[in-house]
């Protein structure tokens, strides 16, 4: 007898079997006297033998293994088998002695071997029998899947049959060879055996049991921390032994094959639901499609009798149920193929995202236009459904057909073709819409057939354009309308392309910006701002909101008590509650700080605000000065306007307001600047010095100043003192700049007058390599950049942008002069001081400061540039590319600066624009790429985009790996809103022909093509003599011959003049829109 | 206060506003209990599909008994009902199973139509799809609204009907029949989320909004819908434009005028394996950025209304409650409501003749009772009809969690009222939350508060807890 004193020393003295027979002849209540111990007892055999285990077998190991261990090292061996068998005796007592709830926190200690584990079970039998089973069927199928049904059949015991409890089943069952022997001795299985088959569980274990045990394994490792599964060397045989054995079953009249055949169309039917999945390349397939094809596929050997089964799994959304479902039909000899219900579900196949349905169901289209003449029309049809697949061949193909069979004589056959046609591309459509053309029997054509077909093959007139008389003349010049009128009079069609593409000239100071339905509302009551500023707290603003707050701030910091005020608690309390977007202590931020100062008179040390935006800091920092005077005074540089526009007699009014409060003047107030500013300042910019407080605020006014109404400021500039009055009066249009002595005001002066040129005085000093300081910014592509950032794994989070868009000045690369930031990156924020003092060393220089290419973690909550200088946006537009390139892969949104700015209809966008589109029309983010091609389209209706630099742009691009159907993509969406965009594709194209010549990826030359054809529109010179490089007998050759066969002529011009006259009136409006605004004076009306 | 009258009636069903905190309930238990299991299966010796009831005025109602006229086209879009009622478009979290087990759908039947009304998972989808009666042949035998069981087996089985079949379809059974050999009682107890129920009540308040914006061909959608990306990407706000361009349509990310504004169209997806059978498709658009698409098929009309976005589901977040400014009496409600009769189609100005009523307070009962799941809308007929959701709303706890927040802020004295503006009608107040203060401001026009939620949504999903609890305030003080 086993007692639990003896119990160790039992085991290791006596055999497994002895400890069974052993424990079969106790009393259950003896038995229980061991329960307390068993479990240790069990953890102690198992601790002792792994222990024991020869080192070369700690791990999963095999028998081979073993083998060789045995032979190498047998004594070694013989005394860790023992070790196994001791433990195995602790296994036995514990499932002897223990309840369900102990077994199972046991884990395998409580699992004897299979024959043990039926030994102790069919003599004890216990009142949780049920329970262990269905645990050891989810945890161990494998191995105790016969021991779970013969205690089944001993126990007289029918088990709930659960999903584990098939699944282990079938599992079980693939591994042995006799199997069918096993299902029909088991009667229980055999009268189950239906519902066994139609359970999802069922059918994945049988068609991908690599899959369940994989799913097992994982299971086992979280609850046991190992798994000791038996290695599948065969689980890819054993789906077929599962159909082999069905099948046989059925044919020997053991199942019904009736009712087997109905639940295989049942469950191909479920699997039909799903779509097919690819699976990660380090997983193994789930074949499960597959496999019910194949049992289906031999249940059914006359398939005849469910045809119209088949035919209902045609459209089935798993490829695999659907080609299987074809290749029935395609393989059958019947003679009364179900055919409406064939081509009532064949569309289906044609949506699929696989090529391998439509593949199938255009053979099997064929076969039926054959076999059927009176279905032809719906078979015509049906194989223009193919139009909706992705995948060109599909296409090709289906033309084929429709051309071989003579399908479209047919009004219906054509009336679908030419719905469809904008389905197709390239040559597919220019294929379809000749075979559209050649049948058509004279019934009007609609939509984008008509466009093709109605026209006259012979170039019209010239259009008629005429300036209308209404028009100021300067405008008419600006817009480019006198040009497009004059090129309409002339014969050449090219030259009047020229015209309706040119970009309005938006550069120039005449463009008036000042409208009276454009003024700012500005904040009106403290509540207000309280509303303002606790939003800004939540989520960053926009930069028109920016300037509100500030000048919200600067209006009404003093019109309430902020000790008592109530009103402002709910502010103070998100001030101390809210995680700030910049990812810093929020009171240490400029608007913070003023915040802060506002409400509790705080007055932060301002050598710890966070340096960010350097000019818009100095001008919190002017803001927080003037407050710290006691003084209240509106922002200097707070728009009038939308658009950031500030009126020029707004300024001067505002300036006046700030001397008469001793402000603005020469020699005014040093600003109290922190002590390394000071030295910085000392040693390295004398001349910048004095730093008037109020400074920054000055030259951000200046560069906001609109070009509207600068005569009339200018008069009432004229008391205005000291440099502040002379800088203004030169950036109104008088004055001498050389007079100004403080660079910073003298430069933002004429910049704000001549955005574009190049500074008279200075011409000697450092500053000369600085852009758009002296000299104007010149651009210069830098293919390397671009290689250089698109290998750079990290790029999406670089803190550099890509400066692909290089200033060089005489051959020099111009700010940033040095690698600054790259360095702070590396080194932390312990450089931060020296980037800090980098920056403020330019902090009276907006124009410059855009131009930085810093990113990500030193540019927080988005920073908005648009409105730093109004004038010349070229920078902001290299800046937006720049950011672009650095996120061409995303999909994310958080790399999404305010590109909505480019909607403004006077923004100039064929210069640097163009590279924002070339890149943009190719960028990864769905989305954003959309945003793009709007901003395109409207860009183009209103003249402001070029089509000859996008194409350039797009040609130097090409160097780079850029997905290209993106960009055909873009054109063909661009090319389908209006003749004028489609003339607009079609330049660019050509553009990019003539650099790229024999380099044109064969996707632009279908679009070519398909404008060619829609348009008629003519190749230029430049582009002709490009298709001569395409040689070869190819693909692209031919496409290449065929469009040069062609040569330079206008097959229609109707397209063109349809543009022509679109692009005029877009013009018209703009001249009107024009004159609608604020400053405009009646008497500049063309009179003549 | 005529909003939050209106909040605390919807809330509660009581005309008096209880002060109290209350305790919120993600999801109620409820229990399917079918006759038999729906299935396709021989009937009369032909397939017939047997669509099992469960709930609403009778425990098992019968509807109808006839024939499909077209059983491949009627199984397709019963198919895709089913699929968008069993789809998350936007999966936030881990409760996937258990929202899928609420997601049968509801039946009306009208004497003349079967309504079906889903919602997807996520509640961002609605669909609707009215199987007209001469898509059906046989007998109309009561009226009602009841859950129909969608089991997986007979959603594999409708999969393989063609339409050279003949199909029978029974909605419900006859109790005879059923007492004879019926052994197959299927109950499925179910969790229904709040959340699920309280979109289910609210999308008709929505689909008063939208107004129709375009008409189009099934390909031109069909065109626009493959040129989404494969994966089902959902970037949180995107708001996409179907915008008529020059020859078609495009997708813009930019309003424009005619435009239909979409949030996350690629839930619009779920409409592909339709368009093949669509002769129209009617698309509609609403200032919220609410879509909805009405599908015209030989079979009857299929409706999807879509949500501002996939994140944002149509739980009644009180949008509708802020428009409805006018008061209007519990008598009134009950008299509109007690002369519903399963009417297709509820016309205000015959009802305001019959009932002799003012016609704005007709249509704002009515939006009432849609809250109350007693209404459906039809934004293609731009009126309601009656149906009465089958569940039993009053087991909800509380439909509005907001409200709730806002009762318990007034009772534990976290609102001061600080400045009563009389001639701008301009009410200023300070609201105390759990971790920070919060100035709010409510005016004739709208109001506003600091705290973040309606910063983020600034006020398009109607007043926050803080707006709340001052008009709580306000009421209270009034007394």
């Known amino acids: ?1088 | 206060m005529p909003l939050i009258d209106h909040l605390c009636k919807l809330a509660t069903g009581a005309t008096n506003i209880t002060v109290g905190a209350g305790r919120l309930s993600s999801a109620i238990d409820y229990s399917y209990d079918y006759r038999f299991a729906s299935a396709v299966e021989a009937i009369d010796g032909r397939q017939g599909l047997k669509l099992a009831t469960s709930g609403g005025l009778e425990k098992n109602p019968y509807f109808f008994n006839g024939m499909l006229q077209n059983p491949k086209r009627t199984a397709d879009i019963l198919l895709v009902l089913s699929a968008i009622s069993r789809t998350r478009f936007f999966s936030p979290g881990l409760i996937r199973e258990r929202m899928l087990a609420a997601a049968d759908p509801v039946v009306t039947c009208d004497g003349g139509q079967l309504r079906f009304e889903v919602f997807s998972v996520c509640c961002g989808a609605y669909a609707r799809f009215d199987l007209a009666g001469k898509a059906i042949d046989g007998a109309w035998l009561t009226k009602g609204t009841t859950n129909v069981d969608f089991n997986p087996p007979m959603r594999a089985a409708l999969s393989s009907l063609n339409n050279s079949d003949r199909v029978s379809l029974r909605v419900g059974s006859d109790s005879v029949e059923l007492s004879k050999g019926a052994d197959t009682v299927v109950e499925r107890k179910v969790k229904l989320p709040v959340r699920w129920l309280r979109s289910f009540v609210e999308v008709q308040s929505y689909q008063t909004m939208v107004k129709p914006a375009m008409e189009m061909n099934p390909g031109e959608l069909n065109k626009l819908l493959i040129a989404l990306p494969q994966q089902n990407i959902m970037q949180a706000g995107v708001v996409t434009y179907i915008t008529p361009i020059a020859r078609g349509y495009r997708l813009s990310q930019r309003p424009a005028a005619g435009a239909v504004a979409v949030g996350a169209i690629s839930r619009l997806k779920a409409l592909e394996p339709l368009l093949r059978h669509a002769t129209s498709i009617k698309a509609y658009t609403s200032e919220a950025n609410v879509s909805a698409f009405e599908l015209t098929l030989q079979e009857g009309k299929f409706f999807l209304v879509l949500s501002p976005d996939a994140a944002r589901g149509f739980s009644g977040e009180g949008q509708a409650l802020s428009d409805m400014a006018d008061r209007v009496s519990d008598a009134t409600i009950a008299k509109v409501r007690a002369n519903l009769a399963w009417q297709s189609k509820l016309i205000p100005d015959q009802l305001s003749s019959v009932l002799n009523l003012n016609i704005d307070d007709i249509k704002n009962a009515l939006q009432i009772l849609g809250t109350r799941g007693l209404v459906g809308f039809d934004v293609s007929a731009n009126a309601y009809f009656h149906r009465e959701l089958p569940f039993d709303l009053s087991l909800v706890e509380d439909l509005h969690p907001r409200l709730n927040k806002a009762k318990r802020l007034v009772e534990e004295g976290r609102v001061k009222i600080s400045s009563t503006v009389s001639s701008e009608q301009v009410i200023t107040a300070n609201v105390r939350g759990e971790n920070s203060e919060y100035l709010v401001q409510i005016k004739d026009d709208g109001f506003r508060c600091t705290c973040d939620w309606h910063v983020k949504h600034e006020g398009s999903r109607g007043p926050c807890s803080h707006v709340l609890a001052v008009e709580l305030k306000i009421q209270e003080s009034d007394k």
């Open chain 1, 1 to 1088: 007898m086993i007692t639990a004193e003896n119990v160790e020393r039992f085991i290791e003295e006596n055999s497994t079997t002895a400890v069974l027979n052993t424990l079969h002849a106790m009393t259950e209540e003896e038995r229980l006297g061991l329960r307390s111990i068993a479990s240790r007892n069990a953890e102690i055999f198992r601790f002792r033998e792994i222990q024991a285990r020869p080192l070369k077998t700690v791990g999963p190991s095999t028998a081979q293994d073993n083998h060789v261990q045995a032979d190498s090292n047998s004594g070694v061996y013989a005394e860790w088998q023992r070790t196994v068998e001791w433990y195995e005796s602790a296994k036995v007592i514990m499932l002897y002695c223990c309840d369900f709830e102990e077994l199972k926190s046991a884990g395998r200690s409580g699992l004897p071997s299979a024959d043990h584990a039926f030994a102790v079970l069919s003599q004890r039998k216990p009142r949780w029998l049920d329970k262990w089973c269905i645990y050891l069927l989810g945890s161990r199928p494998v191995e105790y899947w016969k021991t779970v049904l013969k205690l089944e059949s001993l126990c007289q015991r029918k088990f709930k049959h659960t999903a584990s409890y098939y699944q282990a089943l079938a599992l079980g069952l693939s591994t042995c060879l006799d199997m069918e022997n096993l299902i029909e001795e088991s009667p229980a299985l055999l009268s189950d055996f239906y519902t066994f088959l139609n359970s999802s569980t069922t059918i994945r274990a049988m068609a991908a049991p690599s899959a369940v045990v994989r799913d097992i394994e994982f299971a086992n490792f979280r609850y046991f921390g190992s798994y000791e599964l038996p290695p599948i060397t065969d689980a890819y045989e054993w789906p077929k032994r599962w159909i082999q054995c069905i099948s046989s079953l059925a044919t020997q009249g053991k199942l019904d094959r009736d009712r087997l055949v109905e639940i295989s169309f049942q469950t191909l039917a479920n699997v039909a639901e799903v779509q097919k999945k690819r699976a990660a390349s380090y997983m193994p397939p789930e074949p499960i499609a597959q496999f019910l094809c194949s049992l289906n596929d031999a249940l059914c050997p006359d398939k005849s009798a469910y045809l119209q089964k088949y035919a209902s799994l045609i459209g089935a959304t798993n490829a695999d149920v659907s080609v299987y479902a074809i290749k029935v039909f395609l393989e059958s000899s019947s003679t009364a193929l179900p055919i409406e219900d064939i081509l009532a579900n064949i569309p289906m196949a044609f949506r699929n995202r696989d090529k391998a349905p439509a593949v199938s169901a255009l053979k099997l289209l064929a076969m039926i236009e054959k076999s059927s003449v009176e279905s032809q029309e719906a078979v015509a049809l049906a194989i223009i459904e193919s139009f909706y697949h992705k995948s060109k061949a599909i296409h090709k193909d289906a033309i084929t057909m429709l051309v071989r069979g003579n399908f479209c004589k047919s009004e219906i056959v054509q009336d679908k073709l030419r719905c469809s046609l904008d389905l197709l591309e390239g040559i597919n459509r220019t294929a379809a819409a000749k075979l559209l053309a050649n049948n058509t029997t004279g019934a009007s054509p609609t939509g984008s057939e008509e466009r093709m077909h109605h026209e006259d093959s012979e170039p019209r007139d010239a259009p008629d354009l005429k300036v209308p008389d209404n028009l100021d003349r300067k405008f008419v010049s600006l817009t480019g309308i006198d040009n497009l009128c004059e090129a309409s009079r002339t014969t050449s069609a090219f030259a009047l392309a020229a015209a309706v593409l040119k970009p309005v000239n938006l550069v120039s100071l005449d463009v008036p910006r000042l409208y009276a339905d454009q003024k700012l509302d500005y904040i009106e009551t403290v509540e207000d701002l309280i509303f303002l500023l606790s939003a800004a707290l939540t989520k960053p603003p926009s930069a028109q909101n920016m300037e509100l707050m500030l000048d919200g701030i600067a209006r009404f910091w003093k019109s309430v008590n902020h000790e008592v005020d109530e009103r402002n608690q709910s502010l103070r309390s998100a001030l101390q509650q809210v995680v700030p977007y910049t990812g810093v202590t929020y009171d240490r931020t400029p608007i913070g700080a003023l915040i802060n100062l506002w409400l509790s008179g705080d007055r932060a040390d301002l050598d710890k605000l966070w340096f960010d935006n350097t000019n818009l800091i100095s001008r919190c920092r002017s803001l927080w000065d003037r407050m710290c005077s006691n003084l209240v005074l509106p922002m200097l540089a707070t728009p009038t306007h939308k658009g950031g526009w500030i009126e020029p007699l707004s300024l001067v009014r505002r300036i006046k307001a700030y001397q008469d409060q001793k402000r603005l003047l020469d020699k005014s107030g040093v600003f109290d600047l922190p002590k390394s500013f000071q030295i910085f300042i000392q040693s390295f910019s004398k001349e910048e010095s004095p730093y008037s407080n109020d400074a920054a605020e000055f030259v951000q006014a200046l560069l906001r100043l609109a070009p509207d109404g600068r005569k009339e400021a200018l008069n009432e500039a004229a008391s205005i003192k000291g440099t502040v009055g002379k800088a203004l009066r030169y950036a109104l249009g008088g004055g001498d700049i050389s007079t100004i002595d403080q660079p910073a005001f003298a430069i933002a002066a004429f910049r704000s007058r001549e955005p574009r040129g190049i500074c008279p005085i200075f011409g000697d000093t450092s500053r000369q390599n600085l852009p758009d300081v002296i000299y104007p910014a010149k651009y210069s592509y830098n293919s390397d950049e671009i290689v250089k950032f698109l290998n750079d794994h990290y790029r999406t989070i670089s803190p550099r942008l890509p400066d692909f868009l290089t200033v060089v000045i005489d051959g020099k690369t111009a700010f940033p002069q040095e690698t600054l930031f790259e360095a702070v990156t590396a080194n932390g924020l312990a450089s931060l001081a020296s980037v800090n003092e980098e920056l403020y060393r330019y902090h009276l220089y907006p124009t410059l400061l855009i131009h930085r290419n810093r990113r990500n973690m030193f540019e927080s909550g988005g920073r908005d540039w648009s409105l730093d200088w109004l004038q010349n946006k070229e920078p902001l537009l290299a800046r937006m590319a720049k950011v672009v390139l650095q996120n061409i892969n995303s999909i994310g949104n958080d790399w999404q600066d305010e590109f909505s700015v480019l909607f403004d209809p006077d923004f100039a966008l064929d210069e640097n624009g163009s590279w924002f589109f070339s890149l943009a029309l190719t960028a990864k983010h769905d989305d954003f790429r959309r945003l793009a091609l709007d901003i395109l389209i409207a860009a183009v209706e209103e003249n402001r985009a070029n089509p000859e630099k996008i194409g350039e742009a797009i040609a130097r691009l090409l160097e780079h790996k850029f997905t290209v159907v993106r960009w055909t993509k873009s054109f063909r969406e661009l090319s389908r809103v209006s003749p004028l965009h489609a003339l607009f594709s079609w330049q660019a194209l050509m553009s990019l022909l003539a650099i790229v010549k024999g380099g044109c990826p064969v996707g632009f030359l279908e679009l070519i093509l398909e404008l060619k054809e829609e348009y008629g529109f003519a190749l230029s010179q430049e582009s002709l003599s490009a298709l001569e490089h395409f040689g070869g007998s190819g693909k692209i050759a031919k496409l290449a011959k065929s469009l040069a066969a062609e040569g330079v002529s206008w097959s229609r011009v109707a397209p063109l003049h349809e543009a022509a006259h679109q692009s005029l009136s877009t013009r018209i409006a703009r001249v009107e829109r024009w004159q609608r605004s604020q400053y405009f004076r009646k008497s500049e009306l063309k009179t003549d």
